[in-house]
């Protein structure tokens, strides 16, 4: 039996990264999770906030250069409804950032991470199946499928939807699909991208392109199951076609890369994301559509606390109740960036006139006003943010 401060059950995005804040906060940690390949083709965009985080903990200099800034993110509505919203675009100048955020392919993102695990002194890592887990007011106990013992003072269920720590902790969840399905593929352009991501907004949901290194983006692309299906099918350049024709030509000629993933689209939250002597980050606690880019961005929200919580004063043993304060501190946040994208999804699925007119009235007041906008952009990459810069804004205003 082998005792540590923090198990991290789960080896995802989520679960490497909270092994390593935690460690560097002194504290520590067992990572737990069996040894599997990884080939996940997809990239992920991380805003400005989570870029700092990266950077306090010595990882974004290892990162950076496999990924590209997103200094300027515009909105076209590409349906053909009689109502339409009109194109908005969202410049970091004006709020006074170098970009929103950098996108970054998994696979160098996860090498680098994996990097810094295999560095860290305060990390074990341990190649196993979390078979049980037992939960006592005085310490976690996970048995694992090697027959090991691992006892610690928290657990950090990082084990994604059907999360064993969830379950241990007594936690439920509420759980709904959509009749969508992401296509996923990264591809080759002719023209430069400019650091422009540009998200189209269709009747079977957002067709979202952002900029990767050189002349190349990742793309995400919401469509009707069936629609999935066939375009599966289709040779790589009858798919390039479509996509090239999707964008209007905007980046010129498309070739788009081997590799082209789909993923059934659903949304997931817990009743609770801590309990006692239990948090759960990333997708044991949260998921939803890859809208907007807010799933690993709430995930390090997660962390962030998980670290102020827990890392902050080493020399003292973990509260039992530290999992309760987790959950009052992330809970706001995580409901409500649910609940945004969940509506913005429903929006775009919806014939109803009204709820037409209600986008298409909100594109219209961000294209013309710049205080909302700037707001807007800054509660994007950082809750709280935005809010914060309103007494700013107004007196900015008023001396106008």
Known sequence: ??????????????????????????????????????????????????????????????????????????????????????????????????????????????????????????????????????????????????????????????????????????????????????????????????????????PTGPFTQVPLPGNRSSLVWVVKPEQAAEMLALSTEELSARVEQRMQSMLGKVTVEDGVQSWPLSSMTADRFGKGRVALVGEAGHAFPPIGAQGLNLSLRDIMTLTDLLGASTDKPIAGDAGNAFERRRKVDVMSRTWSVDLLNRSLLSSFLPVQMLRAAGLHLLSGLSPLRSTIMREGIEPGRGLKAIPSLLWAGLRR
């Open 1 to 202: 039996m082998t005792d540590y401060d923090i198990s991290v059950v789960g080896a995802g995005l989520a679960g490497q990264i909270a092994a390593i804040a935690l460690a560097r906060s002194g504290r520590h940690v067992a990572l737990i999770a069996p040894n599997t390949a990884r080939n996940d083709q997809r990239t992920t965009a991380l805003m400005d906030q989570s870029i700092r985080f990266l950077d306090r903990l010595g990882l974004w200099k290892n990162i950076e250069p496999s990924s590209a800034a997103l200094s300027i993110m515009q909105i076209i509505d590409g349906t053909d409804r009689l109502l339409r919203a009109p194109t908005v675009q969202f410049r970091s100048s004006e709020i006074n950032l170098p970009a929103f955020g950098w996108n970054i392919p998994n696979k160098p993102l996860n090498d680098a991470l994996e990097q810094a695990i295999a560095i860290e002194p305060n990390i074990t890592v341990i190649e196993a199946v979390a078979d049980t887990i037992e939960l006592t007011p005085e310490q976690v106990e996970i048995s694992l499928d090697n027959g090991e013992t691992v006892t610690s003072a928290f657990v950090i269920g990082a084990d994604g939807r059907k999360s064993k720590v969830r379950d241990a902790a007594g936690i439920g969840v509420r759980s709904w699909g959509y009749p969508q399905t992401a296509l996923v593929m990264n591809f080759a352009h002719t023209l430069p991208h400019g650091n422009v991501s540009t998200e189209f907004h269709t």
